[in-house]
């Protein structure tokens, strides 16, 4: 059974830090992209990362790109989010999500962790 | 950016009949179109990928049409189950993008 458990999220002060991590089991980690998307409350869905399996490619939208990194420790079945320069409008649950190689879609979603920005 | 259009934003059906969600693309995704499924307080599920392939474990009613700038999930016969928000999104094109979801209520 394919499990994510994303962890780290609360709250923080405009400009501030925080780093999401998001543990896998039931899948072969390793052989599969891995995404970040949030839900603002209340809103729809919004896709903020993507690394490819062997963390070599990272994908970000411009709403993110050079405040949020992606990485993966595979040895770990882990995947992180750096958010720094965090803003109001990054207040969201952040959900992890493998894809398959290639142009394919979220075959599977954790939880969530809730990221509040707010002073 | 390719923007997704859902409508219509709310539709209000009877159980035991038919929904009929549509999703448009500013330019064409091809085939590479999911819908999505999402209850409150629970994370999306995939229902739909490749445009018209079920995914796991999904229920017949569940379809999905279209190709191109042009797509339809139509539910056959709604289960009080199904009433949800439905997301469209598209993953052809960097940056992914997902349409703003269509409510799917009880009339």
Redesign the interface.
């Known amino acids: 059974e394919v499990q994510l458990v994303e962890s780290g999220g609360g709250l923080v002060q405009p400009g501030g830090s925080l780093r999401l991590s998001c543990a896998a089991s039931g899948f072969t980690f390793s052989t599969y992209a891995m995404?970040w998307v949030r839900q603002a409350p209340g809103k729809?869905?919004?896709?903020v990362s993507?690394i490819s399996p062997s963390g070599e490619s990272t994908?970000?939208?411009?709403s993110v790109k050079g405040r949020f990194t992606i990485s993966r420790d595979n040895s770990k079945n882990t995947l992180y989010l750096q958010m720094d320069s965090l803003r109001a409008e990054d207040t969201a649950v952040y959900?992890c999500a493998p894809?398959r190689s290639g142009?394919?879609?979220?075959?599977?979603?954790?939880?969530?962790t809730l990221v509040t920005v707010s002073s | 950016e390719i923007v997704m259009t859902q409508s219509p934003a709310t539709l209000s059906v009877s159980p035991g009949e038919r929904a009929t969600l549509s999703c448009r693309a500013s330019q064409s995704v091809s085939s590479n179109l999911a819908w999505y499924q999402q209850k409150p307080g629970q994370a999306p599920r995939l229902l739909i990928y490749g445009a018209s392939t079920r995914a796991t474990g999904i229920p017949a009613r569940f379809s999905g049409s279209g190709s191109g700038t042009e797509f339809t999930l139509t539910i056959g016969s709604l289960q009080s189950e199904d009433f949800a928000v439905y997301y469209c999104q598209q993953y052809n094109n960097w940056p992914l993008t997902f349409g703003g979801g269509t409510k799917v209520e009880i009339k």
């Open positions: 995404s729809g869905l919004e896709w993507s994908y970000y939208p411009d959900y894809r142009p394919n879609p979220f075959d599977y979603w954790g939880q969530g």
